[in-house]
Nanobody, 121 residues
Framework: QVQLVESGGDLVHPGGSLRLSCRYS????????AGWYRQAPGKQREKVAD???????TYAPSVQGRFIISRDSTQNITHLQINRAYPEDTALYLC???????????????WGQGTQVTVSS
């Protein structure tokens, strides 16, 4: 069993900053890729950013230069730093991981329940 738990979602003013965290726990052997998606009402789920176990990072064009993803592999935590927040960043932010469990020969995608970010004045 693998669990992902997000935290840090809140109300933030336009132009403000917020830091999201995702803690991975359970029967984890290796996290090949970790990252964040977001889901806004009436919109498709959008990939925000991810980071591989070797440190390769990708960002959605809409957040490039404003968001920063980081990963603490020793504690199995990823963070998403949101800077210069826009109202269109309002969404439920979900973390995910491409994770191989101990004793397994393949990796699967796991998801958290999400943390709400609202950007409004």
């Amino acid at each position: 069993q693998v669990q992902l738990v997000e935290s840090g979602g809140d109300l933030v003013h336009p132009g403000g900053s917020l830091r999201l965290s995702c803690r991975y726990s359970g029967n984890i052997w290796r996290i090949w890729r970790a990252g964040w998606y977001r889901q806004a009402p009436g919109k498709q789920r959008e990939k925000v950013a991810d980071i591989s176990d070797s440190g390769v990072i990708t960002y959605a064009p809409s957040v490039q230069g404003r968001f920063i993803i980081s990963r603490d592999s020793t504690q199995n935590i990823t963070h998403l730093q949101i800077n210069r927040a826009y109202p269109e960043d309002t969404a439920l932010y979900l973390c995910y991981g491409d994770i191989a469990e101990i004793g397994s020969s393949w990796a699967e995608d796991y998801w958290g329940q999400g943390t709400q970010v609202t950007v409004s004045s």
